[in-house]
T-cell receptor
């Protein structure tokens, strides 16, 4: 059973507009969440993260929002650029220091149209 | 600073064979994790090694094993290959920074095809 779900396999957005990628989770013990971007033939690259004690973290064009009561997080990219076209994975951390495990979603393919 | 390297990048094997994949982490990173990526399943955690010891394990059969050497390089072995083992195998090296922030970098992966 998927503990981290990305229900939209793909998303298309016009250049300059906002991209919103969503992620839902089931385990309330997750304490840290991360977003990764993956281009074809490359490994995932870290984008942004958020601790469960926060509800927002911003880094340039990227903002991650966390709604713990809804067990939902989202990644906002504003403004979207063609170079943002990639597969985006959200990941959640469980466990304790020294035994952390990272659970990934299935990914959302973002296409930014020029 | 060199990134995470994985060898080989591509591999074709037949059912029943065994395979060994290699990962060299970023210098200074002592933790190496392995993931399997298949379409529709995302990245699934295989195991993590830290200082030559397996410290965490995902839900994969015993055919999947690994080890880590004193220089932090890691190998993953899959025995008695099955068609369903065809996937992209990703290695990630990581470290925890001051303040509890976590840093994880992935290699480009090894694309394994089992025929």
């Amino acid at each position: 059973d998927q503990q981290v779900k990305q229900n939209s396999p793909s998303l298309s957005v016009q250049e300059g507009r906002i991209s919103i990628l969503n992620c839902d989770y089931t385990n309330s013990m997750f304490d840290y969440f991360l977003w990764y971007k993956k281009y074809p033939a490359e490994g995932p690259t870290f984008l942004i993260s958020i601790s469960s004690i926060k509800d927002k973290n911003e880094d340039g064009r990227f903002t991650v929002f966390l709604n713990k009561s809804a067990k939902h997080l989202s990644l906002h990219i504003v403004p979207s650029q063609p170079g943002d076209s990639a597969v985006y994975f959200c990941a959640a951390r469980e466990g304790q220091s020294g035994t952390y495990k990272y659970i990934f979603g299935t990914g959302t393919r973002l296409k930014v149209l020029a | 600073k060199a990134g995470v390297t994985q060898t080989p990048r591509y591999l074709i094997k037949t059912r029943g064979q065994q395979v060994t994949l290699s990962c060299s982490p970023i210098s200074g990173h002592r933790s190496v994790s392995w993931y399997q990526q298949t379409p529709g399943q995302g990245l699934q955690f295989l195991f993590e090694y830290f200082s030559e010891t397996q410290r965490n394990k995902g839900n994969f059969p015993g055919r999947f094993s690994g080890r880590q050497f004193s220089n932090s390089r890691s190998e993953m072995n899959v025995s008695t290959l099955e068609l369903g083992d065809s996937a992209l195998y990703l290695c990630a090296s990581s470290r925890t920074l001051a303040g509890g922030l976590y840093e994880q970098y992935f290699g480009p992966g090894t694309r394994l095809t089992v025929t």
